[in-house]
């Protein structure tokens, strides 16, 4: 490795003191610790030298290296299709027939997960489990005659398939909260109870008994948590969710207790939302571009009971430091879901993550130093739906061609950095450096990932860059503030033979635990081709119409995917020898196809629309009614998102388009809109006319599996027809509905 005097590269195995400013420290600030306080004579200095010595304990540290873990919401909520529960719903419209959990676990794996958080009880206070303390909950359904236990089936097959397991117990309960006997908020009295109480009939086979402070509901829940913890682990993570959609009686929750329970019967489990782990903030997927886990705290973490949630930008630059009393490692989680919600409603009108999205996400959020926990909710047949694996799938098998292998294993860069060992690790001699990496040949790389040895040396790194050799010259390719657990710098595809790492700013002298090259294939976008409302043809990457909690990112920019897009009018394949898209175009053609091919010459999928009559000179003629802001110009404006809708007055309902001039009508299409179920046409009638005034019936149509399948339809007549004026008329609508939507109609000519 070519090194510059002023870089010290020390290997070492096990624990390691750092000297920082060039200087010993006292022994007192060389020890890692969870948590540091912060005195009032603490200087900045001494407080940054501190906050490098914040490390995270052994669990969250094994809960870092999970990196992409999974979410499952499955209850109540799956079959009312409802968000929140009421707490009042009948056990029985949990009316489940099938599980798969071998098939979730499965579709977990193959996306390269390595636990997943189950919600053995949400906020309603059903329990998916056969719990001791309750009836509100799976032993009263009719799922496998009372019998059944979905946590223990998924117990059983995440240790098929190697997951780790977590739960999820809300300390919400709206069961105990609605019903006349209900535990929370009964403002019963604190006494001293020893747990788990004892029921007639089902004894523990685990025999440890504990003694604490406890009300009624509190003595529910450590009840439930014994149960949860003893009978379906080990157990890994415990989630805590803050949310509380109702309180009663001043309830408060003895969480002391809590912890010390947990503790004692799964000493591995990291807990979320207290201090071991903390929520990102959103649920959308958004990350920080500077996610620090060492953050100040103004009362001792470890004895408190509340834990704000921490939506700022900045949680832990050095400013925010210096107003600290203690300085605590808690990491983040950054959760969203795969679906629109966090429970299934529906294959059709729910949207789905891409896998574009998803695996932004995940280079988002485990390459900024959090873990990125991702809901998949089954659906009412007991397993994932088959959008929602697909895409597990494909962002698994991104992960496994882009990371499996480290470019620089050929290079002379020290080997310790390479051995995917967190025991042996480099250290800069001063807090500002860089090295450079030379490789025998040149490789392709478009992702660099840098880790920091946090386990033995905590967070230090402010700032760095990273360039490569090119042209005679070094080139800047990324730039990045902390690094901790993990960095993914990513950056267009270069080619090069010599990387240089420099560390522009830290909080003490660096300790790097690996270094990593890689080369990520782009997957060029699918296309959607339009004609806007001036009659011009446009070409673009199709958008995800994932419209959840949105978090504004691009994925496609953020990917590195660099494309151009060429196009055909005659309905011929499109090839880089073709017209090159650079801005929208009126065209005379057909059919126009299209393709996007990236720098590396790979092609995206061939997308391809018919063009059908101009719509510029057409108006609208009649229409049956319209509801409010639902105009039937809409049926017509060349944008799919906006509908025309008819009141309900029934399923006969009628649209007359003035196309401005005669053509020969040879066919239509009918494009449903697709933000409900509500006005989809599936049989009708097409008329024609001259003038408007007589017409003649053109054809009889009909279009199956609307509902779960709103796509574009199209029919074709019998015999074209001379028009200027056409009449669409609903005579049986989808579902019952009462109403006509038309999110786009189009007429073709022979």
């Not at 579709?107 to 390595?114: C, D, E, P, R, T």
């Not at 993570?237 to 503790?263: C, M, S």
């Not at 990125?372 to 697909?390: A, C, K, Q, T, Y």
Request: with cysteine; proline share 4%; glycine share 8%.
């Amino acid at each position: 490795m070519m090194i510059k005097e002023k870089l010290l590269i020390a290997t070492y195995v096990g624990f390691f003191m750092t000297p920082l400013f060039g200087q010993k420290t006292t022994s007192k600030i060389d020890l890692v610790k969870n948590t540091y306080s912060i005195s009032n004579t603490d200087s900045k200095e001494v407080i940054l030298l501190k906050a490098a010595h914040v490390v995270p304990s052994d669990r969250q540290y094994e809960a870092l290296k999970d990196e992409f873990i999974a979410f499952i919401h499955f209850g109540p909520n799956t079959f009312t299709k409802m968000e929140w529960g009421s707490g009042k719903e009948d056990p029985k419209i949990f009316d489940l027939k099938n599980l798969d959990t071998d098939q979730w676990c499965a579709a977990m794996k193959s996306a390269g997960m390595k636990k997943v958080i189950f919600t053995a009880k949400h906020h309603d206070g059903f329990v998916l489990w056969q719990s001791r303390y309750t009836k509100h909950g799976i032993m009263s359904t009719g799922f496998q005659h009372g019998k059944g236990d979905i946590l223990r089936n998924l117990s059983q097959s995440c240790k098929k398939y190697g997951l780790k397991l977590g739960v999820y117990l809300s300390p919400a309960d709206l069961y105990q909260i609605e019903d006349a006997k209900g535990l929370y908020g009964n403002q019963s009295a604190y006494t001293e109870r020893t747990f788990p109480t004892p029921v007639a009939g089902r004894p523990f086979k685990d025999k440890r008994t504990f003694r604490y402070k406890a009300d009624d509901y509190n003595a529910y829940f450590l009840n439930q948590l014994f149960e949860l913890l003893t009978e379906y682990g080990p157990i890994y993570e415990v989630w805590f969710d803050g949310a509380h959609p109702k309180t009663k009686g001043g309830q408060q929750y003895n969480y002391t207790a809590w912890r010390d329970l947990i503790a004692h019967l799964a000493p591995k489990a990291v807990i979320f939302g207290k201090e071991d782990i903390r929520w990102c903030g959103n649920e959308s997927g958004k990350t920080r571009s500077t996610e620090w886990n060492v953050i100040p705290f103004d009362a001792d973490p470890i004895k408190m009971e509340g834990f704000r949630d921490l939506t700022e930008e900045d949680l832990a630059s050095r400013e925010k430091l210096f107003d600290a009393k203690f300085l605590h490692y808690q990491q983040a989680e950054t959760n969203t879901s795969i679906r629109e919600g966090w429970f299934y409603r529906d294959d059709v009108f729910q949207k789905v993550r891409s896998a574009d999205d998803v695996f932004d996400i995940y280079e988002r959020s485990v390459g900024g130093n959090s873990t990125f926990l991702l809901n998949i909710p089954p659906n009412r047949e007991g397993r994932f739906s088959d959008e929602d694996v697909n895409v597990l799938r494909a962002v698994g098998e991104r992960i496994q061609s882009g990371y499996k292998d480290n470019l620089l294993r050929e290079s002379d860069l020290d080997k310790s950095l390479l051995d995917n060992d967190d025991k042996t690790n480099k250290v800069f001699q001063t807090t500002k450096g860089e090295f450079i990496i030379t490789l025998p040949h040149q490789i392709k790389l478009n992702r660099f990932v840098i880790q920091e040895a946090v386990h033995s040396s905590g967070e230090r790194i402010e700032q760095h860059a990273l360039d490569i050799w090119q042209n005679g010259h070094w080139q800047q390719v990324a730039a990045a503030t902390n690094v901790g657990y993990k960095r993914i710098l990513r950056f267009p595809t270069q080619e090069t033979n010599r990387i240089r790492l420099r560390v522009v700013g830290s909080r003490a002298n660096p300790v790097l635990a690996s270094l990593g090259a890689y080369y990520v294939p782009t997957r060029p976008p699918e296309l959607h081709i339009a004609r806007n409302g001036t009659g011009k043809v446009t070409i673009a990457p199709a958008k995800n119409e994932f419209g959840w909690k949105p978090h504004h990112e691009d994925v496609l920019k953020n990917l590195n995917s660099n494309f151009e897009i060429y196009y055909t009018e005659d309905g011929t394949m499109p090839s880089t020898s073709s017209h090159k898209y650079t801005s929208e175009f009126e065209s005379k053609g057909r059919i126009i196809k299209a393709i996007a091919i990236d720098n590396d010459g790979e092609k995206g999928a061939i997308a391809q629309k018919e063009l059908g009559i101009p719509k510029l000179p057409w108006k609208l003629h009649s229409v049956s009614s319209s509801i409010d802001g639902k105009n039937g110009r809409e049926a017509f404006d060349e944008q799919d998102e906006t509908y025309w809708q008819s009141k309900a007055t029934g399923p006969s309902q009628e649209l007359v388009v003035d196309l401005g001039e005669d053509y020969s009508i040879a066919a239509f299409s009918y494009t449903p809109q697709r933000k409900n179920a509500e006005g989809m046409m599936q049989s009708g009638k097409i008329s024609v006319s001259r003038d408007g005034l007589d017409w003649d019936e053109a054809g009889i149509f009909e279009f199956g599996n609307l509902i779960n399948d709103p796509s574009t339809r199209t029919y074709r007549l019998n015999n074209p027809k001379k028009a200027r004026f056409v009449k669409i008329e609903s005579t049986v609508m989808a579902g019952s509905s009462k109403s006509l939507a038309i999110a786009e109609l189009d007429f073709f000519t022979p």
